[in-house]
């Protein structure tokens, strides 16, 4: 969740890293489209239509951090997964990812 977030944001701004955990809302039986709207929303109020973002998901944030990357491949230049399941379709979102031959903004890497 986003308190152990914290801690990895908190080493990101000490090397000027802007980040950001997405705190989602509870709900019983959410649907992935319901949590990827959040996510989708999320990304626009961090301007990622203008500057693409890294994102790191972590299980199901995993499986999101694919969708978001599958239906808006401008707004996302990278993605970080950690113990997800990769979606079917993820190779072709790599792929369209390195055909576009641009870099992902400088202040992602630490």
Do not use: M
Request: hydrophobic residues 50%.
């Amino acid at each position: 969740g986003p308190w152990y977030w914290a801690a990895v944001q908190g080493r990101l701004a000490e090397r000027g890293v802007r980040s950001a955990a997405v705190r989602f809302r509870p709900r019983p039986f959410k649907s992935q489209r319901a949590y990827l709207s959040e996510l989708e929303a999320a990304l626009r109020a961090a301007g990622a239509e203008r500057r693409p973002v890294i994102l790191v998901g972590h299980s199901q944030g995993g499986v999101l951090a694919q969708l978001a990357a599958a239906a808006h491949p401008d707004w996302v230049c990278a993605a970080a997964l950690c113990g997800t399941a990769p979606l079917a379709s993820f190779s072709a979102v790599i792929r369209s990812v390195l055909a576009s031959g641009k870099p992902p903004p400088p202040s992602v890497f630490w």
